[in-house]
């Protein structure tokens, strides 16, 4: 892409990838979000049926029968033990699309910053950035904890809980980058909740027939953890017959499976920073990611920060979805043109 | 009746007519529609993220909201029009003699006046995004009212899973996506396929520009910030060039690494 004429100034992306979700958040305003599955057509009449070569998020779960289905970002960084290209060209693609629904103009320059997990391995970025390269003329890496907090213009003693699907970052702020030791990343994030959920249904909901999706979709429609929540009735075939069950308990145990394991972190992450200025990051916790949006949950960590550490306060970000990409776009257009011209 | 529970209309905040009133009149002008052939046009709106909204800045700050957004709805709909506020705090709307084109055009009016809206809660001033669902029938359609409700529905909840902020057209079998007010491309009616994405890129650029322009306005009539505050900013923004450079040197090594490994293969 680095030959063609630019159009008129660059556009910024700020990309979220996701293990669940991808976000693109665009200075042309343009904002979209796909589910993070890419599928191929199994054989030669699947292509015909389908009429493409590759379908993405919702489109590639519907048709998934017919399709090779990847999750390229499962666990949170691309895959690449087993499988491998297979899902680096699944990442490409995804990641090339993503671009192309950020309605770039034909022949401009296209400067992105990318979320990567906090803690993502060297060779991970690295897969990302390759993955990325040939869609756009430059391209950087963030940490995705970061780039929320940088969204918000929070930069100062604050610590960002990112819950995404494949994993839950926790990174705490103060005024600098952060290092490692700044960092934490757990597996207690949605697809735990997801297992949990899974293992509950199928010991308490006799005869129930279900998938990781239906679970999935459940989850985001009921996800709680209030003591008084909503019941959640939910129909599952039972030797082909719609059998109604109401998983309330389980839907409630299995979101409050995450919060020791999150507030684990959190309580690592205070005590292990100057003193004089725990009281003021504790009371400065930031709920961020798809995970942050199960009812109650502030609270929930809130409770228990004040049982384990005498006090807390969290607050939950206004826009669980996009924070991440939000924070990225504006990283991309803060950082100056040299930078993005260095790096192409 | 049909099966359209009456306990799902609410109180249309202070309209003339009972819900169960304005229920009738729907079903009413629907049934003229299908005896008279005309088209119609059927909406489900509903403000974005209003539970989490809820959740940030109480039960009042919702109400607030709704209030202000149905008002801001009946703003930029024709007196003919009627609404009604359904339970779960969403809003129907029923245009009669609308085709397809002027139904996604009236969509998106009422999306755009709700955007518009501002609120002072706690202190800050937050915008919100509506999500609506299209669906528009022919004249003498089969479609019960019940359907094309339904129907409705099922495009704000895709608007809502695609993000929000936009609305989904659905009729004539057909699926139509607009976002951020730029109108879905034209597949009916012989409309040239690069004459509209032209017109959306140059709708995309005017509304960057309209952005751009409102934020030097609010810089412009920012009051004068006083001595200890500019000083603050000063410091934020040297911190954020610090920032900047950091991850750009983080990227830049990130980059030699990978050079350095390519290089060392082809050695090898």
Redesign the interface.
Known sequence: MSNVQSA?GPLYLGIDLGTSRT?VAA???????IASYVGYPKDAIASKKLGKDVLYG?EAIANRLSLKLYRPLAHGVIQTDHEGSENVRAATDLIKEIIQRA?P?PGQKVYAVIGAPAQAS?HN??AI??AARESVNSV???SEPFSVA?GLDM?DDVLVVDIGAGTTDLCRMH???PEDADQITSTFAGDHVDAVLMDLISKHCQGAQFTKEMVKTIKEKHASVLDQMPAALVKLPVAGKPTEFDITEHVKTACRSIVPGIVDGIQHLVASFDPEFQDRLKGRVLLAGGGS?I?GL?HEIEKALQERLGSGRV??I?????GGANGALK?AF???TE?WE??K | MGTLDLARFEDADGGLFGPAEIERFMRAEHERARRYRFPIVCCVVAVDRLDQLQDLYGVEARAEIMKTAVRAMRGAMRDSDLLARLSGDQVLIFYAHTGPHTGALLAERVRTAVKKQRFDLDGRTIKVAASVGVVSVEGGSSESFDVLVALAHDGLRMAQKAGGDRHVEIGSGTTQESLEGTPAPLSAGGVDADQVDKLERRLARLMSLLDDTEAALRRAHAPVAPVAATSEAREMSEQKRELMRNIFEANRELRQHRDGEDESELTT
């Open positions: 008129s976000s200075s042309n305003g343009v904002r979209e979000t919702d309605r103009i060297l970025k690295q950035l390759d950087m890496l963030c940088y930069l005024g600098t980058m949006m009812r502030d607050v939950r206004e826009e669980p979805i996009y990283l803060d950082m100056p930078y260095q790096l």
